[in-house]
């Protein structure tokens, strides 16, 4: 019978009392699981936003607009190398629950801008600037309602109407936007700013924000106070940031993702910890008859110090495996009903790793105590115990 066999079979000796722990285990991972995805997701513009990229919004909020004339002002300055803007639509297809994120842009500066980032066939490029009704499909927006290049599809407004009070414009789709690197959303639909901004009835030369990308990320901060000093006291005062910080703030809305993932799951690993720690304890003391034969029979302490802590190993592992399934399984789930709140939903490489080094660390934790007290027992006093 091999050490694998033994620790087995002491752990589950007590199939009930195992069965709780690993529940107990399963509820912790599962919920770390889903957390961290969803922290992940939150983040991830965080972790995409290029160093010398700056946005500039409407300091009052940034739902509120700006001139266009900003573009051409903010294009001329020192120190910027390129320059976009875009304007929120409010977009949905068919019904208003089937919501979409869709940007008015100015087609052949938002190219420039984005070309790290998306990956567009140069026809489609070329359609883009020429249509007038030409919409850009992100790969994920074009799967999911089976769109292809060549359809025409209506997209309406919950926010704006055309000066003939319909709600509803119709798009040419001219091309597919792909991602250029694996964590980008690409669940969007772009379209041109001057069909847009002819057609509206109201807030006609206005834009939501602009993207700007200076000569290098050094003169970020001389950028940012050119830009805010520029348009200081004027009817339309800006607040310009990094793209990073941009990101961040708009997440910072929704909530600290992070310290809720901290707090929740901290909670439930000190629970565990107390909850295990002490079941395995009293779970050597009962078997400290049997640990002291062990030795007896010539078993050496380390060897029994390893049969110990591969019980709280094994414990941990079982329970957090089965619990990153579930978790696994819950954010697959969830993936295309919250793709427009929170895109790019999964349970990644990184996660997993994190979750078994928890694993391993929970296991040690808990089993440590139990296991130096197996190693220090002495064979008269294990034999002596009832």
């Known amino acids: 019978m091999n050490d694998f ?9 007590r199939k009930l009392r195992a069965g709780l722990m690993i529940f107990s285990i399963f509820i912790a991972f599962a919920i770390f699981g889903v957390l961290a995805s969803f922290e992940r997701a939150f983040n991830a513009g965080q972790e995409l936003a290029a160093a010398d990229r700056l ?14 004339s900003y573009y051409g002002r903010i294009a001329g300055m020192e120190g910027v190398k390129r320059v976009t803007f875009a304007n929120w639509f409010g977009g949905y297809y068919q019904d208003p629950k089937q919501f979409l994120i869709t940007f008015a842009v100015e087609p052949r500066s938002y190219m420039d801008v984005m070309a790290e980032e998306f990956d567009i066939a140069p026809d489609a490029q070329a359609a883009f600037v020429r249509t007038r009704t030409a919409a850009l499909v992100g790969e994920t927006v074009a799967n999911k309602y089976g769109w292809k290049v060549g359809d025409r599809v209506p997209l309406s407004s919950s926010i704006f109407s055309q000066k003939n009070g319909a709600r509803s414009w119709d798009f040419d789709v001219v091309g597919i936007i792909k991602p250029k690197k694996p964590l980008i959303d690409t669940n969007f639909v772009l379209f041109q700013y001057e069909y847009f901004n002819e057609t509206r009835s109201f807030a006609k030369d206005t834009i939501g924000w602009l993207v700007l ?7 970020n901060d001389k950028v940012i106070k050119t830009i805010d000093e520029t348009f200081a006291n004027s009817p339309f005062e800006t607040a310009t940031d990094t793209e990073k910080a941009f ?5 910072a809305q929704l909530g600290n993702i992070a310290l809720i993932v901290t707090l929740v799951v901290g909670a439930a ?21 049997e640990i002291a034969v062990l030795k007896a029979l010539g078993f050496p302490g380390g060897r029994v110090l390893r049969l110990v802590l591969g019980e709280t190993l094994l414990l941990a592992l079982i329970g957090g495996l089965a619990g990153l399934g579930a978790a696994a399984l819950v954010t697959t789930a969830m993936r295309e009903s919250l793709a427009n709140f929170v895109p790019g939903l999964a349970l ?30 002495k064979v008269a006093a294990g034999l002596g115990r009832g």
Not at 5 to 13: A, D, E, G, I, T
Not at 55 to 68: A, D, E, M, R, S
């Open 5 to 13: 066999v033994l620790v087995f079979k002491n752990l589950f000796r």
């Open 269 to 289: 690993f000190v629970t565990i910890l107390m909850i295990v720690g002490n079941t395995m304890m009293m779970a050597i003391r009962e078997r400290s008859r």
């Open 247 to 251: 990101n961040k703030a708009f997440m």
């Open 55 to 68: 946005v500039t919004v409407n300091k009052i909020n940034f739902t509120q607009p700006l001139p266009y």
């Open 348 to 377: 990644n490489a990184q996660i997993v790793v994190l979750a078994l080094a928890l694993m391993v660390a929970l296991g040690l934790a808990t089993g440590l105590m139990p296991a130096v007290n197996a190693l220090r027992l």
């Open 213 to 219: 990308q200076t000569t290098s990320p050094a003169i």
